[in-house]
């Protein structure tokens, strides 16, 4: 009597498929974390500089996240005029989002590994 196994190699071309999607979907999600963060951290005046944070594709594989106001950099980094100092709001906004990313990634990851059976 012939005995044969089957090895199903399948689950792995679909693991591959989730975890492109599970990866952009877990960067837009942190993309959009950053902008809603920096939008809180924002000194607020008028509002403008706070409705122009905008976190956006900007390719494939990369999200920016840009404050729109031509003052943006003056408020983030301060400027020399009458001494204005520095109010950070997206530099920091970013750093948090960083320091999710091993964590936002590893559970992309394993979400993708369960839905494709492994």
């Known amino acids: 009597m012939a005995l044969t196994f089957v090895l199903n190699t399948a689950p792995l071309y679909r693991l591959g498929e989730l975890v492109d999607r599970k990866v952009d979907e877990a960067a837009e999600k942190l993309a959009r974390g950053a902008e809603e963060r920096a939008k809180e951290l924002v000194p607020v005046r008028t509002g403008a500089l706070q ?11 990369f999200w920016e996240l840009t404050a729109g106001m ?15 100092a520095a109010r950070p709001y997206l530099t920091p906004a970013m750093e948090e989002a960083r320091a999710k990313l091993p964590e936002v990634m590893t559970q992309a990851l394993n979400e993708a590994a369960k839905e494709a059976g492994g």
Request: a negative charge; charged letters at 20%.
């Open 51 to 61: 409705r122009s944070i905008q976190a956006e594709q900007a390719g494939e594989h």
């Open 70 to 84: 031509p003052y943006a950099a003056a408020v983030e980094f301060g400027s020399g005029l009458r001494g204005t």
